[in-house]
């Protein structure tokens, strides 16, 4: 099956996950919005569909395969897994995927709001003081407790601590690669400081950077970089350890 | 089968949106940190769960169903859902469901943070600036952004505009009846003033409350009340619609 993924074209975001996805799985996809508009792509056509489908997305991403549009990051992952193969060998280990999957979508909730923590309508520059507050929260507490659990989970893991579910890759590992990258970006002062508290996640972020179609796509075009646009920026003065 | 759910015991919060599918359903279930801790239940014995479970909850809530723990407020649903006949007839709206879940989810988060922006580990009184702040673009942005979602999702529903998902009862409606319930608590005077955008929601709030094990449930000692500690707060100085 050929999939259409929808998503802002100018940003990692929140649609990254799937990309990793997808490109670890060599799977036939089309990045719709980034398209040409001429082609009758482009963000338009996203727009268009989130106004016209029987079962209307909240917001990007979301995914079509053949009639089904399905929104929601972690439940876009959740059905592609086993599609995939990225999702465990039984139930137990998918509703485990989906948990842990779930849990980084919150941590991500939380990273993007370290620097909007008023409203995603105003600009970064006008909620500024809040952003320092709530970065510094978020470096003092939230990142060590989120990186902290999933780091226990890995040391933990039944099946040997390689993988965050299971004894192979998965869609999880793959957003725990991502996670690594985008808080390397973004608070390069605070991760180089405690990253080295989290080294099975560290492990694992290398593993998955050297798999031949990951590191073929992060090398690629198709891979957006990071900027001050997505849930990982990087502002030097919300990078600060103020414990 | 019996269940065991695992949440705070002095706030509706998360957790609500579960007792409301097991009330709903009349299922069998312990609400464990709600029972004393003589009994070897209590806070306590859930805290021991999520520290020894094979698969570790993040955070409550989390439900104990023979040997699987299961976390994540939305996917407890999508589990539950048809094991108590609460998530429609067919695949396509168990994923629909879930996905209306998951979105409900993210607007929760988004309740919450109006009153706690930068840290949950501040007490409210602490960050009170930057909540009116933020508690002005919900009233203003966030809170029609997404109950005008929610609305127009009912009223296309194409199985008719009685339910979110599909002709009958799923656990999404038990949810759309606990946001209006808590917006109503929290935020009386937006509510009052904005609420008649959304006369599917409201009619579905009242035809929940009225349903038999729902208002028998809704007078028990079992639910416990709005408060100044759950994710629905009413502070005065936060209700107020700048527009």
């Known amino acids: 099956m050929s999939y259409e993924l929808y998503y802002w074209p100018t940003i990692q975001g929140r649609g990254e996950f799937i990309r990793l996805a997808l490109e670890e799985a060599d799977a036939k996809y ?15 056509a996203m727009l268009r ?52 999957q779930l849990t980084i979508s919150d941590f991500v909730t939380e990273v993007h709001d370290s620097h909007h923590p008023i409203s995603g309508n105003l600009y970064y520059k006008d909620q ?7 970065a510094a929260d978020f470096i003092q507490a939230r990142l060590p407790k989120f990186l902290g659990y999933f780091e226990r989970i890995m040391k933990s893991n039944p099946h040997g601590d390689q ?15 991502q996670i690594i990258e985008g808080l390397r970006y973004a608070f390069p002062r605070a991760m180089k400081k405690s990253e080295s508290n989290y080294p099975h996640l560290l492990d694992l972020h290398h593993r998955v950077s050297v798999r031949p179609r ?30």
């Open 163 to 177: 993988f965050m579910v299971g004894a192979r890759l998965s869609y999880v590992d793959l957003a725990i690669f």
């Open 49 to 100: 569909l989130m106004d016209n489908s029987e079962y209307p997305p909240f917001a990007p991403p979301f995914l079509k395969a053949g009639d089904l549009v399905i929104a929601q990051t972690a439940h876009i992952l959740q059905f592609l897994g086993p599609l995939l193969d990225l999702a465990g060998d039984d139930e137990t280990s998918r509703i485990w995927a989906h948990q842990l």
């Open 30 to 44: 089309i990045d719709v919005a980034r398209r040409a508009e001429s082609s009758g792509m482009g963000v338009r």
């Open 214 to 243: 990951i590191a073929r796509y992060l090398k690629s075009a198709r891979r957006v970089p990071f900027s001050k646009q997505g849930i990982f920026r990087h502002y030097k003065e919300l990078d600060v350890d103020r414990s």
């Open 128 to 134: 500024k003081p809040e952003a320092q507050k709530r």
